[in-house]
């Protein structure tokens, strides 16, 4: 049976933010350059104001790598994101993932069951392996990254998508591309491939609820997934933007529709919408299509312009907000006392077929 922490979490509900707020960063301070914080874009404020390094997942957890005093890196993300951070990561290094609540709903969509299972129904029909090269979403698990690792495919982030996909064609003449059918239309689409040789594979149905003639003609399989906050932004609220704000300019991410993409000025991973942003001139306005705390922290650092929220109602990474003050105290101050709590660990064969993927998308970006 393993001991329970010296530390509790429950007691930490009861204390108020600013205590919470002086124990956080005292044990930081103690922990010292063995300790890093790492925090996602969509992370909520006060838990995104302790963090070391900002960014998007893959940005972080390639610069926690080069982190060699690091013995601990906390990622104030999501779960995937803290895999890939430990798949990065150097043996001497810990990756912690404050509450294992904080998962990504768009990721859960594709599990390894499912997707071998397509593969194996693909192949009564196709020869997978020489002619279907698999891309997985950065936000998936580490074991699709495995699967893309041991099937010669890649991994792709939200920035790449486009590269991804034309090294994937130069491989074989089709992808089947998850988690995101979104990024994945969004990525081909502007490609120049016509939308019906993109189809959709739905796992629940039999062969994915496509004939042969479909998966014969396709070029890109899709996979039957989404980001529960993306799909929440409408063509109609950009519209609407544009009646009422005159001059205003859409950024959104690729996560977001087809349809919704086709009427933004501008398409943009995490850091691109940022650098779109803060490189435009003083008084330009801006309706911004994704998570919310990422806007409003846009809204705050550039007064000078005028920024809205596409959404007219709160779209937030919910899961990512489950990490909060008392989650960020209970796991520094438990490593004060040398005890790690909520460790993500990925199984080494997976680990290394995994890098195997990311590495195939980092020689070709």
Known sequence: MTASPPVALDPLYQLA???????????????????????????????YRFADLTGDSLKLSRLASQRSKAQYII????????????????????????????????????????VEQAWRTLGKQLDCETRITPLTYVNSTADLKAFCGDHGGSVCTSSNAEKVLQWA???????????????????????????????????????????????????????????????????????????????IQVIVHPECTLELCQK?????????????????????????????????????????????????????CSTMFRIDLPHLCWVLENLLQDYVVNPIRVPPREAAAAKMALER???VV
């Open 17 to 47: 933010d600013p205590v919470l707020e002086a124990r956080i960063q005292a044990a930081k301070e103690s922990l010292g350059e063995r300790c890093l914080i790492l925090g996602h874009h969509y992370q909520r404020e006060e838990v």
């Open 75 to 114: 990622f104030c993300g999501v779960h995937f994101m803290a895999e890939v951070a430990d798949i990065l990561s150097g043996p001497e290094q810990t990756v912690i993932l404050p509450d294992l609540a904080a998962g990504c709903s768009m990721a859960d969509m594709a599990d390894l069951p499912n």
């Open 169 to 247: 064609f130069s491989q074989r003449e089709k992808v089947l591309f998850f988690p995101d059918q979104h990024l994945g239309r969004n990525s081909g689409f502007r490609l120049g491939i016509p939308l019906e040789e993109m189809v959709l594979w739905q796992p629940t149905l039999p062969n994915g609820g496509l004939s042969a003639e479909q998966i014969e003609r396709a070029r890109i399989i899709l996979w039957e997934g989404f980001c529960s906050v993306h799909t929440l932004f409408q063509p109609a609220h950009a519209d609407l933007f544009r009646q009422r704000v005159p001059g």
């Open 264 to 316: 933004a000025d501008f398409l943009g991973s995490t850091e691109q919408i940022q650098d779109r942003v803060r490189n435009a001139p003083a008084g330009s306005k801006w309706a911004i299509g994704t998570e919310l705390n990422l806007v409003n922290r846009l809204k705050k650092e550039m007064p000078d312009k005028e920024i809205h929220f596409l959404c007219p109602i709160v779209c937030l």
């Open 361 to 363: 998308m980092l020689s």
